[in-house]
């Protein structure tokens, strides 16, 4: 009998809690797992006395479905997913719609959305962030794929979503159709990527409290809990203070007891590859990306701190003041991060012609997913203003607040070189910022070695844009040039 709204499969904890998050919501779900011990065990343990319905077979599943068919997989991204698309193809009907929730790449989401469009059926990818209590109480969802599927998915999906005002049913839903293709993963990607960025700009303000101030943990849970009530107020922070407040039951703290190697899955790592592919210069998430993979290195690291010498340990004298100068650069990176991971979306909506709404990006972003912070209201007010806005840096809100944080941003970073600290993200979001507001950059005697070692040529100041020139630096080299002038 076919009475599902919706099938999904992949029972591990977000997919456990997505399924009743939707049945919480009125809607029927069918659910199944490759090891089908494990629907059972759902149905028997969290999922007792709801309407959820067990499969033990996906034609089984199938079955239970409502026509269009519409069926999430929460499973690993890769080939798994590739494998589940292939075992339904032969099960499904024209309409019927697949939906990918896990952390896919974009580019195997465009693949498979071409891919399933040419045999009739249709594909959703969809970012979906805010971790495992997300999932259960109202996640941030980033849809994209075939056009056609979204008013199917629509009422569930938003249902689902987290509310803006936080907790209000007839809120905002933090969820809407993001674009074609791959662009629902696109956009999910960009988020971890900034998520990387805010999570590395935190750590490097806790390494500037502990060392530089001598700060203990409860102290700069304090610092923390302060700015969560000002312009930082973000899910990060808060857990961070949260973090740096937790005793276990012997009244140790245990982030003192955390060995310092922070692990990842990879997709930074795909942001700042599709940022070197696209020629955005996103500085911040990079060093962020590199950070973990530097503090992969703890073996090496402890040998280095012995061979090499450094700045002695010293005490920043005025605590008050550092803390009031940390919180303006921390706001500052935060604004560089997300002007960063703005303009390597609007390259890819070019480059892919997608139609990406930016403030309603902004919105998806502003509640249930991790880097949820009233700050997003911010960037969603400055693209109502200016819908084709090209830089963050350029809204008057933008450029006021990071002009005003500069100085104090400027001794941040100062300071912690003397006293030997790094702040890879803070450092060089800052150059980002220096770099982009200088309407000259050193890069034409760059251009010009270019061309004397590889007669790659150059513009000239005094000549119209688009005319290529040579020099021949020695006297003894000839009139023939390079023919790609961009890599």
């Known amino acids: 009998m076919t009475t599902a709204d919706i099938a999904l499969i992949g029972l591990a904890v977000m997919g456990q809690n997505l399924v009743l998050n939707m049945n919480d ?4 779900v ?24 067990g499969a033990h077979s996906l034609a089984e599943l199938v079955g239970l479905l409502k026509r269009p ?9 890769g080939q798994p997913v590739d494998d589940f698309i292939e075992k339904l193809i032969p099960l499904l009907e024209a309409g019927d719609i697949l939906i990918d ?19 009739g059926l249709l594909y959703i990818g969809t970012g979906v962030s805010g971790g495992e209590e997300g999932a259960r109480r109202g996640p941030s969802i980033m849809p994209g794929g075939s056009p056609a599927a979204w008013p199917h998915v629509k009422p569930i999906f938003q249902a689902i979503a987290a509310k803006v005002p936080e907790g209000d049913p007839n809120g905002a839903p933090c969820c809407d159709w993001v674009g074609e293709k791959g662009a629902g993963h696109f956009v999910k990607m960009v988020h971890n990527g900034i998520e990387y960025g805010d999570m ?25 809990s302060k700015w969560n009530r000002g312009k930082l107020e973000s899910y990060l922070i808060e857990i961070s203070r949260d973090i740096l407040a937790f005793r276990d039951e ?11 190697r922070a692990g990842q899955k990879g997709t930074g790592k795909w942001t700042v590859i599709s940022a070197l592919d696209q020629g955005i210069p996103l500085t911040l998430i990079g060093e962020a990306v590199f950070a973990r993979a530097l503090s992969a290195l703890k073996d090496e690291r402890v040998a280095a701190e012995v061979a090499l010498s450094g700045p002695q340990p010293a005490l920043i004298a005025d605590k008050a003041a550092f803390i009031a100068d940390l919180e303006d650069a921390v706001y500052a990176a935060k604004i560089v991060s997300y002007t ?28 249930g997913c991790i880097i949820r912070s009233v700050f997003l209201g911010k960037i969603k007010e400055a693209f109502d203003a200016d819908p084709n806005l090209t830089n963050l840096l350029m809204a008057p809100y933008f450029q006021e607040a990071v002009t005003g944080a500069a100085p104090a941003w400027r001794r941040v970073v100062a300071r912690a070189i003397e006293l030997g600290i790094p702040t890879p993200t803070l450092s060089s979001a800052l150059a980002f910022f220096d770099s982009y507001r200088r309407g000259w950059l050193p890069a034409n005697l760059i251009q010009a070695q270019r061309d004397y070692f590889g007669a790659h040529t150059y513009e000239r100041t005094d000549k119209p844009r688009g005319q290529f020139f040579h020099t021949n630096w ?5 009139d023939v040039t390079a023919r790609a002038y961009q890599a």
């Open 200 to 224: 590395q700009i935190i750590a490097e303000a806790y390494h500037l409290m502990k060392e530089g101030l001598g700060m203990t943990n409860d102290e700069m849970s304090a610092v923390l």
């Open 340 to 367: 960063q991971g703005y303009m390597l979306m609007r390259a890819a909506a070019a480059a892919y012609n997608w139609n990406l709404n930016f403030g309603g990006i902004a919105l998806m972003w502003r509640g």
């Open 474 to 478: 020695t006297g003894e080299g000839g």
């Open 101 to 119: 929730g896990g952390n896919s790449n974009y580019e195997d989401t465009t693949r498979r959305t071409v891919y399933l469009e040419s045999k």
């Open 30 to 53: 069918a659910v199944f797992n490759r090891t089908t011990s494990v629907v059972d065990e759902f149905l028997a343990g969290n999922a007792r006395g709801t309407k959820v319905i």
């Open 69 to 77: 068919r519409r069926i999430m997989l929460m499973v690993k991204a």
């Open 25 to 28: 919501h009125g809607f029927t």
């Open 250 to 260: 012997t009244g140790a703290s245990v982030v003192d007891v955390i060995l310092d």
